[in-house]
């Protein structure tokens, strides 16, 4: 494994480590105090990063495998969450069978069929299938719907598993995946810490009450920091003042992104009324909840960096 790889591992689980010594230390110092939900939280992120090390670190397949998986756990969320007609179980099943197709084109490194299959023969196909049931109260609701859910939890995060294949060994893709994957939570904990502490004008109350103006332009200056400190560690982006320059353009594309991901999945919670959008990863949320930001994200970097570098 490469030193810069493990290093970048080795780093996550430290990271981790010392977070839970610290709820340890909390929880002594103030027993009288429900914890349970902080308790939950880092049980779920020691989940979170041993999949994510798994799937950034472990033979192509089996890669493959496991962000197949969050992709049809991500799919299955949005499908329980979203309402759909009983005509539609036939369109569902052939929406999950998108998955391994994907994928395989992901193993295959065929660029060409990855970035159209969902788009444009999924797209087509799956209003044809409806079609030839022949239900068409409520029709167009639920060929958006259903072609929505497929792009969001299949296609785009397929583009991290993508990003994975890059390269001419296993240690450049991986590293890829951190940078963006680290850059796009630092994002969301920074524009949360900046909101929070100089927050005063709301950006779009009606949406996401909580999100501020200054704590947007905080979390991708944020951002912008930090990818220019890991670009040149992390990718294949340079400290030459071209690859500098590329650094900043990706972390203020994340920083955008990002929020765009994370204001996005608010609105459509909102307009079907739930909190959360599952209960798959306690203190989280749902596996939606942790990837709304990374939804959005993931697509910019992966064709940013592929335009420049690949």
């Known amino acids: 494994m490469n030193i810069t790889l493990f290093t970048a591992i080795c780093s996550f689980f430290i990271i981790l480590i010392l977070a839970q010594c610290m709820v340890y230390v909390v929880r002594k110092r103030h027993p009288d105090k429900d914890w349970t939900e902080l308790t939950q939280r880092m049980q779920t992120w020691w989940l979170i990063v ?13 890669s493959l ?18 309402p759909t007609r009983y005509s539609d179980n036939t369109p569902l099943l052939w929406a999950y069978v998108s998955i391994p197709i994907q994928y395989y084109f992901v193993g295959a490194e065929w660029f060409g069929m990855f970035i159209v299959f969902i788009p444009v023969y999924v ?5 044809t299938v409806m079609v030839l049931i022949g239900d068409t109260k409520g029709f167009l609701h639920s060929a958006a719907t259903l072609h929505w859910g497929v792009m969001t939890t299949v296609f785009a995060i397929s583009h991290v598993a993508f990003l ?17 994957v680290a850059l796009t939570e630092c994002n969301d904990i920074a524009q949360y810490l900046w909101g929070k502490t100089l ?18 332009l905080g979390g991708i200056a944020t951002t912008m920091v930090l990818a220019l400190i890991l670009g040149p560690i ?15 353009l990706a972390g203020l594309l994340i ?9 996005v999945m608010s609105a459509v ?3 079907i009324g739930v909190k959360d959008s599952g209960k798959l990863l306690p203190g989280h949320g749902g596996i939606l909840d942790r990837l709304d930001s990374l939804i959005y994200t993931a697509p910019i970097f992966f064709h940013f960096i592929y335009y420049y570098y690949f």
């Open 50 to 62: 041993l999949v994510f090390v798994l799937a950034i670190s472990t033979p192509q397949v089996v």
């Open 65 to 82: 495998i496991i962000f197949g998986f969050i992709s049809f756990l991500a799919l299955k969320e949005f499908f329980t969450m979203i």
């Open 123 to 127: 797209f087509l196909f799956l209003p």
């Open 164 to 180: 994975n294949v890059l390269g001419d060994d296993k240690s450049t893709g991986a590293l890829m995946v951190i940078y963006l």
């Open 199 to 216: 927050g005063k004008r709301k950006i779009i109350p009606k949406v996401s009450p909580n999100k501020t103006v200054e704590g947007l």
């Open 234 to 248: 992390l990718t294949p982006m340079t400290f030459s003042p071209l690859g500098l320059l590329h650094c900043l």
């Open 255 to 263: 920083g955008v992104f990002g929020f765009i991901g994370d204001v």
């Open 269 to 271: 919670k909102r307009d």
